[in-house]
Each structure stands twice: as C-alpha cells, then as structure tokens.
C-alpha cells in the first residue's frame, strides 16, 4: 500500500442541500435520452429513426470517427424522437420506455478473456463510451494501449454524492469492473480513494491503491494523475467514474445490460435532497418533480455541471442532479456591502468568518467580465505544478507549442473550475481549456 | 426599487440603437457601479466567488485611506497651521482639487477608450487616480496633475490594450513623466509645502546630502516631514498595508521581500561606510514605503509567478537603495526602481516558467 497523499490547495464550498442518505426510487420517466452532446468530439451518425423498437443494448447512433463506437439505449421501448439544433445538428435520440423492459442479448465474456474479446464485448453494449481517454477528454480510442487506467473512488465537488454510499452494495460489480478494466492496460489500474473514507476501496484485489486528503478538487481524477503518473507528451492514459466501473462489473457477472444507477439529487432548491435510483439518461422530470421556474437545475455538480432544464435529461455521465436558485437579480451597490449571504474565498468579504456556514448560492455571475489582474490566486485552486494564467494565456493566442509545454495535456476544463469559481476576473477558463483542447485535437 | 426602475427605463436611449447609443459603455459602467449585473453564469461553473475587480480595487482605496487623511493633516502640519482639525481642513482643500483633476482627467479618457472599444469600463483606474495626486509634491500646479494622468493613461496604459495589459505602472509613470518634463515645478525646497515662502528640503535629500535629518526616526515614522502628500506616514501606509495583506489583495512575497531587499542594501551600505545612517532610516523617509506596499504590488506590472515575486522584490528594494545612494543627483531611487523592474518583470516570470517547462519535459524523458 502507498503512503497517502496530501493535497494542501483546493477548496471545499460549503452549500446548503447535502443529499440525505436515503435512496428513493425514480418512477419509470415518460421518456429517456441519449445525446452526442455529453460527449467530446463525436461525430455521431443514426442507425434508428422515429418509430423504431428498441432493446436494452440496442445501438442509436455511432461515432463516424470510429464506427466501432457505439451509443447504445439504456432502456427498450420506441424511438419517440429525433430531436435536431441548428444545421441540423444531432441534440438526442429520446425513447420512450415499455412497461417491462428488454434487455437485448449481447455477447460477454469475462476478465479471462482476451483483451480483444473485452474490447469488443465494452463496445457492443456501448459501455465503451463511459471509457475517457487523457489528454483531451475524450471517448478512449479502442486501439490505443493506455499507459494506465485510474479510477477515482470519490468525488469532492460541492454536494457529489458519496460513492462509497451509492456503492455501497456494490462491491462485486465494482471489483468485476476493475478486473475486465486491468485487462485493457499493460500498466496498472490505479484506485483512489478518500483518505479515512474508504470503504471497502483498501480492500479491492489486482489494483494499485492510493488514499488522497485535502480539499477540493482532490477528487478529480486528473489531479491524481498528477500526483501518481503526471501525463507527459506522447501518453495517454484512461479514467473510468467509479459508479460507470460498477456498470461495467455488473455487466459480466449478470450478462445483462443494466444502466440503472443511484444519484444525488442535492442543492438548496431540491425539496428534498437525496438519493434516487434512475436509468441513465432519463428525463429530469421524473427526478425532481414540480420545480420552480426560477431554479437552475445542474446535471452533474454546480461546478462542472451542464445546465439542464425541467423538460431535459440527465446527462450520460451525470451522477447527481444540482438544483440552486438563478441569480438573475441585480444587487445595488453589491460590490460595496458586506454581503454576508455570500461566499468569498477573499477576505475583502466576511465568508472567513463562518467557515461552517453552508451557503445557499445562486448563479450570478457576481461582476463582470474583466481581463487577467489578480496574480498568484488561481494556482491555490489547482493542486498541479501549471501555471494556469499563462496556460490560458498560451490557449487564447492559440500557440500550440505553448499549450503543450504549459500542462495542456494534464488538464481537463473540470480541473480549472474552481479557479474559475474564484477568479474576481469572471474569466471563462472551461470554456478557454476546451476550446484549447478542440484545437490540438484539430490540429494534430 | 424606485432608483433601479429609473435605470432600466433610460437604459434603452443609452443601449445600441438607442439615441444616446454611443455612450454605451459609459452608461454600463454607471449601472454596473450601482447596480451588480443580473447576468448569470452560461458556461463553466455554475457559481462564482462574489468577489470582483471592483471590489478588489476598493479595497485598495480603503487601504490608501488612512495614507490619505494623514498626507492631508500633514499638509497643513508643514505649513504650520496649529491644530488637527484646522491643519487637516488645510489639506484638504489644497488636495481635493488634485485628486478631483486625476479622476476627471483619467476617467474620461478611460470612459473615451472604452467607449471606442465597446469594452467595459474598468476598475483599475478608481486606484490609480487616488495614487497619482498621493505621489505628488502638494504645490504642483493642478494642470501638470491633468497632462502627467492623461499621459500615465494614454501612453502608459490604453496604447498597450487598457487595464490589465500595462506594463508600467501608471501612477508611478505620471509622477515619471512629471518629474522629468517638469523638473522644477516638481523638485526644488519649495514644492513640498502649501504654504507661500517656506521652503526646506525633504528627509531623504537631507540624508542623501548631509548625511542626517532634521527630524527624529519617530517623526519620519508617523510621518511629520515634508514629502509628497501620500509618502510620508510610514504608520498610515503599514495600516494600509495591513489592509492588503489581511485580505490577500496584495501580494505578502512583495511586500516583504520590497522590504528585505532595501534593508539588506542599506545595511550593506551603511556597514561599507557609504551611508552614515541606519538602513532602517531608508524605508522610513521618501516613497519607499509607499512603493513597496502600493506601487510595487501592483499585479498587473510585477512579476506574476511566486517564486518571481521574490526576485522581483529583492530587486526593487534593493535597486531602490543603491539609486538613492550612489547617485547622488537624484535621492529618490523608489520610483525609478520599480519602473524599471516592472520592465524586466516579464523577464523573471519568463525564467520561472521556462523552470516549469522543464520540469514537464523531463518527464518525457524519464519514460524513454
């Protein structure tokens, strides 16, 4: 076992509507989805159109980059709806459900196997899609050999759901999962877990164990590749989400395909914040119920989240639902008060003096955007040696060569928001680090 | 809300389209200073900090007040009105119509640019135009006041993209400007004092002339000495200090190593024999003190990397001294010291990176 790691940056924001630690489960939604949007750089190309019965299993569409990969239902029942933006641009396929489910039959194999025959059986079921590839972000490429697989065993965002409770029945799927994942990779698979919450993590055989303390984003499995096996040019390594291993440990010992998972559903305007056990990709509505007009509601966390809507659905990757108020209000002279309902990380306000305090944040953007000014303040909020202002910088003239030598390789945007959260500058740094990595992508 | 139902009805005459369209940014940085912006997050996180660059700069301002109100009562002090109120009401009046020209002059040039580039109004300037009059003697005639902000603002700040993009500090580049196209309106026995007829020189000329000051080390660290209005309390500056550091809007590695870099050159000057005073005295007299806690912090011109923020640092303080002492033409070195590392900043942060680079491509290395 590996000493722990000690992480001394980050931040933990304290908000109000930690979910309980109850499961509820979701009624069956009217309709469920699946979309290319919560993937990076698909080029998606339909194999199903309106009217067409689907199965458990059953391929919607495929990535025209790689036909091998595949987007399966999560649910059987009819293809309800196509729905297209602008240019015609694939948003979702949403089916909606039968009263009983089917579960198509797809071929599996076990941990034994060859490499190529699980490469094939993760592809067919779509589970393949759950599978990042670093640098970039994006969905693993089937004839890569990563250096390394790492699994993180917890989340530290504001209100993420505790995986150790979602999972807590789990460890067989989850211990199944790392074994078909330790034969993709000739190196290790590595598993994080919270240092003095691990839960049966220490415990789970043919992995390389690692316990990680501190703050915010401590979780974020790119800050562990940073600490256990930095990415340097020429790697490339995979992550898994711990509940998608659990999905894929379930998967071969059952040899069905099953898609249900357990989320938080948290954040201050939850009417009652807990844990739900849904379908991947159903309809927020049958999550949250009756929601005011005026809350924002998040799939993922408030950080790193994607602004969903009441008539959306939770996104592929999602594991909670975040639902805070919208800040659309103006506030006079807000810049001048003491502000004491809100949350600084700066002294200029009086957050330092109630560090228990959880708040309840809405989303106004608090200023206005303004170019780089502070110095020294983002580096406190990522725990890896790069220094974010000259990375963003470097993106943001577009110098590839920059971008390279700066750590664009090391970061996703979901390590830079909570730089983000407190830059005083109201800087977009997601959206800069993805359009970085949407360039080297083109580029190389 | 009466003021806010005000705002949003004339909004429309000052948006684009509008008949007062073209003063867009104007109004917008009128409303934004009123009002915080309903504007949510789209992208990214979905919550942010309630901390801003106005507030930021504010607190900067708050902490430049204790400066401030001291340089005022010491107006009138050397110009020997007899007691606080009276001598404080002096300087007063003598400074407000300074600071009054710098945020005219310089804001309405900001507002102009902005308006140009349909930018926002930035905050940057609320700080740089309360420093401009407090780095000034209090005799100066108020259009030299006008034409060193609006050169500090053109030259110094909008030629290189506005707030932000600098290179210089602007303050520091006003008083530059003034102090070399104007010499002898800035300079000389005179300029210190408001009052006709009395004249004398500063501590830091005293020192670098004779060798010794009129005045007790007590005196020149609550301030009571001739000097420009903002410079000469060193206690009203470490209470602004304080300020900056508590709420982390400054930079404590500056600050300090501004310090340790002066002290250590004074030190090293006095142990050689070429000063005959204590190093200490060099950050209670002139604008060393001033400098290193509200010039030299500066983020935008100093250096940007921790580890070049000490350098940078040293350098300043210890640049600073060396120009006061070996030059004897010109005593105050805290200006030009920090003029010129705010040049070579980049150049520092440059070698820290370059450090960073390194290290990442060492690793590629480790994996062959």
């Known amino acids: 076992m590996s000493k722990n790691i000690k992480l001394c940056k980050g931040l933990d924001i304290k908000l109000a509507g930690k979910a309980e630690a109850v499961v509820e489960n979701a009624p069956m939604a009217k309709s469920y989805a699946v979309s290319p949007l919560d ?48 240019k015609r641009k694939l948003l979702n396929v949403a089916i909606e459900p039968d009263q009983t489910q089917v579960v198509k039959e797809l071929k599996v194999v076990d941990a034994k196997a060859d490499r190529s025959a699980i490469v094939e059986m993760l592809l067919e079921s779509g589970l393949w899609t759950r599978i990042v590839e670093r640098p970039y972000g994006v969905i693993a490429n089937p004839d890569a050999e990563p250096k390394a697989i790492f699994v993180s065993a917890f989340d530290s965002a504001p209100l993420a759901p505790d995986y150790n409770f979602v999972l807590q029945n789990d460890k067989a799927a989850v211990e199944a999962g790392l074994a078909v994942l330790a034969r993709l990779t000739n190196g290790k698979v590595h598993l994080s877990a919270r240092k003095g919450d691990e839960g049966y993590m220490s415990e789970v055989k043919g992995v390389e164990y690692h316990t990680f303390s501190g703050k915010h984003p401590v979780g974020n499995v790119g800050v562990q590749i940073h600490h256990i096996d930095r990415i340097a040019k020429g790697d490339v390594v995979w992550t898994v989400n711990i509940q998608d291993v659990a999905l894929i440990g379930r998967f071969v010992t059952t040899g069905k395909l099953d898609m249900t998972k357990v989320i938080a559903v948290a954040g201050s305007e939850a009417q009652k914040p807990c844990y739900k056990r849904i379908i991947a990709g159903a309809a927020v509505e049958s999550i949250v119920g009756k929601v005011d007009a005026k809350v924002r509601i998040i799939s993922g966390d408030v950080l790193t989240g994607v602004k969903t809507a009441h008539d959306g659905y939770i996104s592929a990757g999602a594991n909670m639902l975040s639902l805070i108020p919208e800040g659309d209000v103006y506030e006079l002279l807000g810049w001048a008060m003491p502000r004491f309902h809100r949350f600084s990380v700066s002294r200029a306000y009086f957050s330092w003096l109630c560090p228990k305090k959880e708040y309840k944040l809405d989303t106004n953007l608090n200023g206005g955007e303004r170019p780089f000014v502070v110095t020294g303040l983002y580096e406190n909020y990522l725990p890896m040696d790069v220094y974010v202002a000259y990375l963003l910088k470097a993106i ?18 979901e390590d830079l928001a909570l730089c983000e959260f407190v830059d005083p500058s109201k800087i977009e740094m997601q959206q800069i680090v993805r359009d970085g990595i949407n360039l080297m992508i083109k580029e190389s | 809300m009466g003021l806010r139902n005000l705002v949003d009805k004339i909004k429309p005459t000052f948006s684009e389209g509008g008949k007062l369209g073209f003063l867009h940014s104007t109004f917008e940085g009128f409303e934004t200073f009123l ?17 801003d ?35 404080f009401w002096f300087g007063f009046l003598k400074m407000l ?48 006041v006008a034409l060193s902000t609006a050169f500090a603002v053109i030259i110094g700040k909008e030629v290189f993209g506005g707030t932000g993009m600098n290179v210089f500090n602007p303050a520091l580049l006003a008083r530059a400007f003034a102090f070399f196209a104007y010499t002898p309106q800035m300079s000389g026995e005179s300029v210190w004092y408001a009052a006709d007829g009395k004249t004398g020189a500063t501590a830091l000329e ?45 930079s404590w590695r500056i600050m300090l190593s501004v310090f340790v870099g002066g002290l250590a050159f004074g030190y090293l000057f006095d142990v050689v024999g070429l000063t005959e005073f204590p190093a200490y005295y060099h950050l209670l007299v002139g604008g060393f003190a001033f400098g290193a806690v509200f010039m ?25 001294v060396l120009i006061r002492v070996v030059n004897p033409a010109y005593p105050e070195g805290m200006m030009l010291s920090i003029l010129f590392m705010n040049a070579l900043a980049p150049l520092i942060d440059y070698f820290v990176v370059e450090r960073n680079i390194a290290r990442r491509k060492k690793l590629i290395k480790n994996v062959k």
């Open chain 2, 97 to 144: 119509p300074m600071i009054i020209v710098s945020y005219v002059t310089g804001l309405a040039i900001e507002f102009a640019f902005a308006q140009k580039r349909k930018h926002e109004i930035n905050e940057g300037f609320l700080v740089s135009g309360l420093l401009i009059p407090m780095v000034m003697p209090i005799s100066v005639p108020l259009w030299i």
């Open chain 2, 206 to 250: 005293q020192l670098s002339t004779t060798g010794g000051m009129e005045w007790s080390a007590m005196d020149a660290f609550i301030g009571l000495i001739p000097g420009s209005v903002g410079e000469t309390s060193t206690l009203a500056i470490l209470i602004g200090a304080a300020i900056l550091l508590f709420t982390g809007v400054a």
């Open chain 2, 296 to 320: 030299a912090t500066d983020p935008v011109t100093s250096a940007q990397t921790n580890a070049g923020k000490w350098i940078y640092g040293l350098m300043v303080g210890a640049l600073a």
């Open chain 1, 396 to 413: 943001l003239v577009k110098d590839l060569d920059k971008m390279e030598n700066l750590g664009i390789y090391e970061v996703l945007p």
């Open chain 1, 39 to 86: 993937y990076e750089n698909v080029t998606p190309k339909l194999l199903v159109k309106v009217g067409d019965k689907v199965e458990v299993g059953t391929a919607l569409f495929f990535d025209k980059k790689d036909p091998r990969i595949l987007f399966t239902s999560p649910v059987s029942g009819v293809v309800s709806a196509i729905n297209r933006g602008e």
């Open chain 2, 35 to 51: 009002f915080v912006p309903n504007t949510t997050t789209s992208k990214g996180a979905h919550i942010r900090d309630c901390n």
């Open chain 2, 53 to 87: 660059i106005k507030r930021v700069m504010i607190v900067v301002v708050v902490a430049l007040l204790p400066a401030l109100l001291f340089g005022m009562y010491n107006i009138g002090y050397q110009a020997g009105i007899e007691g606080i109120l009276p001598a």
